[in-house]
C-alpha cells in the first residue's frame, strides 16, 4: 500500500471525527510520511510501520467504529434511510451528534489528563530528557574537539615552536580519528534522540485528546 492509498483508506475511514480532530490525524501521517520519505524509506516501507489502516481507524473511533460499520451496512442493504442512522455518522452533515453531558464528560478528562501529562513532563520526562540531551551536547562536544586537534597542532607549529614536533602530531591524528568516530556515533545518536522526542510529544498530544485505550 502506498502513501496515496493509506491516506485515502484513512480520510474515508476517519469520516464519523469532527473536521478539526480528522485534519490533525491526517496530518500526524502525513508527516509521518515525509519524516520516513526524508530518512531513504520507500512509502510502502512507510505504510508498514505505521500499521493497518483499518487498526488505525478502530483506535481512532472506539466504539463509534462498530456503530459506523453497522450503519454503513444497513445503508447498503436498504434497510435504514440516512435520517436514522446514529448521531455519530449524521455529525458530518451538521447534525448535532454528542449530548451535551458527554462533552461535558470529555472535557474533564481531558483536562485531568492534561494535569497527569504535566506532572510526568515535570517530574520524569522532563529531567529525564533533558539528562540525555546534555550528555549528547558533551560527547558532540569531544567530537569537535578531536576533529579540530589537528588545525591546533598545525597552529603550534606555525606560531610557537616553528618545528614539527612529531609525539604532538601523532596524538593530534589520533584525536582526529577518534574524533571522527565519534562524531558518526553522534549523528547518528542525533536522528535517534530526535524521533523519540517527536514521537514523545505526539504521544503527549494523542493521550491528551483521548485516543489511547
Same mark, same amino acid.
Given at each position: 500500500?502506498?502513501?496515496?492509498? $493509506?491516506?485515502?483508506?484513512?480520510?474515508?475511514?476517519?469520516?464519523?471525527?469532527?473536521?478539526?480532530? %480528522?485534519? !490533525?490525524?491526517? +496530518?500526524?501521517? !502525513?508527516?509521518?510520511?515525509?519524516?520516513?520519505?526524508? @530518512?531513504?524509506? =520507500? @512509502?510502502?516501507?512507510?505504510?508498514? !510501520?505505521?500499521?493497518?489502516?483499518?487498526?488505525?481507524?478502530?483506535?481512532?473511533?472506539?466504539? %463509534?467504529?462498530?456503530?459506523?460499520?453497522?450503519?454503513?451496512?444497513?445503508?447498503?442493504?436498504?434497510?435504514?434511510?440516512?435520517?436514522?442512522?446514529?448521531?455519530?455518522?449524521?455529525? +458530518?452533515?451538521?447534525?448535532?451528534? #454528542?449530548?451535551?453531558?458527554?462533552?461535558?464528560?470529555?472535557?474533564?478528562?481531558?483536562?485531568?489528563?492534561?494535569?497527569?501529562?504535566?506532572?510526568?513532563?515535570?517530574?520524569?520526562?522532563?529531567?529525564?530528557?533533558?539528562?540525555? /540531551?546534555?550528555? *549528547?551536547? =558533551? #560527547?558532540?562536544?569531544?567530537?569537535? +574537539?578531536?576533529?579540530?586537534?589537528?588545525?591546533?597542532?598545525?597552529?603550534?607549529?606555525?606560531?610557537?615552536?616553528?618545528?614539527?614536533?612529531?609525539? !604532538?602530531?601523532?596524538? +593530534?591524528? #589520533? $584525536? $582526529?580519528?577518534?574524533?571522527?568516530?565519534?562524531?558518526?556515533?553522534?549523528? *547518528?545518536?542525533? %536522528? %535517534?534522540?530526535?524521533? *523519540?522526542?517527536?514521537?514523545?510529544?505526539? /504521544?503527549?498530544?494523542? #493521550?491528551?485528546?483521548?485516543?489511547?485505550?
Amino acid at each position: 500500500m502506498n502513501r496515496l492509498q $493509506f491516506m485515502n483508506r484513512m480520510k474515508e475511514g476517519l469520516d464519523p471525527l469532527d473536521a478539526q480532530e %480528522r485534519a !490533525e490525524l491526517l +496530518s500526524d501521517y !502525513e508527516q509521518h510520511f515525509d519524516m520516513g520519505l526524508s @530518512e531513504g524509506k =520507500s @512509502e510502502i516501507e512507510i505504510a508498514v !510501520e505505521l500499521g493497518n489502516p483499518e487498526d488505525l481507524i478502530k483506535e481512532a473511533l472506539g466504539d %463509534r467504529y462498530f456503530q459506523d460499520f453497522q450503519d454503513r451496512e444497513l445503508l447498503s442493504q436498504g434497510r435504514v434511510h440516512n435520517e436514522e442512522l446514529t448521531p455519530y455518522n449524521r455529525s +458530518s452533515q451538521g447534525s448535532p451528534s #454528542v449530548p451535551k453531558e458527554t462533552s461535558n464528560q470529555g472535557t474533564t478528562a481531558r483536562f485531568f489528563r492534561a494535569i497527569g501529562l504535566v506532572f510526568l513532563d515535570l517530574l520524569l520526562a522532563l529531567p529525564i530528557a533533558l539528562t540525555i /540531551w546534555a550528555l *549528547w551536547i =558533551s #560527547v558532540a562536544g569531544i567530537s569537535v +574537539s578531536g576533529i579540530l586537534a589537528p588545525l591546533l597542532a598545525i597552529l603550534d607549529f606555525i606560531m610557537i615552536h616553528k618545528q614539527v614536533v612529531l609525539p !604532538e602530531l601523532f596524538v +593530534s591524528l #589520533v $584525536f $582526529f580519528g577518534i574524533g571522527i568516530l565519534v562524531g558518526i556515533f553522534t549523528l *547518528w545518536s542525533m %536522528r %535517534r534522540l530526535g524521533q *523519540w522526542t517527536a514521537g514523545y510529544f505526539k /504521544w503527549n498530544r494523542t #493521550v491528551l485528546k483521548g485516543k489511547e485505550h
